[in-house]
């Protein structure tokens, strides 16, 4: 009787533990091994181009005549107009309004990248740590933090796209599912989308 209990519970026990491995992502399948080609993967996502031009009254000296050009400077100019930051910590109301006004009525958007924002302190401080000491000539007066969570947004963007801008192809999802899953992936800056 007790062995045929104990049958009972060691079968209930296997089939509850199949269920929880069974509904979580499976990573085993994801080869972490493989590189991303920046090319290959940087359409996937269709990003609506920034508005930098809302903050031409403001920001207007460090965008060259020749172009948008993203800079270190004018990240930290349209993040100091809109008091994105206070200290360290991300201010989510005025995160939310300055996107509003780089990215239009594209709502779907302005939710990703707000999460991205509200979720990019740590990256951000880990690629502020790995900064080489000496800055770039001509930038020093800029802080690149604004920038780095420009890139740190932009790769939030990469993993979490709004499916209708989302390319559903087989190299678009290994690349979304290696920087999901892939420690070495999530940490690196290379190999993944550049920021706009
Ligand atoms: C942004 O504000 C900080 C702190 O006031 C200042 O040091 C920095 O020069 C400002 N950046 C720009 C691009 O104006």
């Known amino acids: 009787m007790d062995k045929d209990r104990a049958l ?20 085993a399948d994801v080869d972490c091994s493989r590189r991303q080609d920046f090319n290959a993967v940087r359409g996937c996502c269709t990003i609506p181009t920034f508005h930098f031009k809302a903050f031409q009254k403001q920001c207007g000296r460090y965008m060259p005549e020749s172009g948008p050009r993203v800079s270190p400077c004018l990240y930290d100019c349209i993040f100091n107009a809109t008091g994105v930051l206070t200290g360290s910590e991300v201010d989510a109301e005025n995160a939310r309004s300055m996107l509003k006004r780089l990215l239009g009525n594209n709502q779907d958007f302005v939710d990703v990248y707000l999460d991205g924002m509200l979720q990019c302190p740590g990256a951000v401080d880990a690629m502020l740590r790995s900064k080489r000491p000496r800055p770039m000539p001509g930038v ?41 899953h892939c420690p070495t992936m999530r940490a690196s800056r290379g190999g993944g989308p550049r920021p706009i």
């Open 8 to 27: 009972i519970i060691c079968s209930l026990s296997a089939i509850l533990y199949s269920t929880i491995v069974g509904s979580a992502p499976a990573p």
């Open 140 to 180: 020093e007066q800029c802080s690149p933090v604004p920038l780095y969570y420009g890139i740190c947004t932009t790769k939030h963007m990469f993993n979490y796209c709004p499916s209708s801008s989302w390319s559903d192809t087989e190299l678009c999802e290994t690349a979304r599912l290696q920087n999901l």
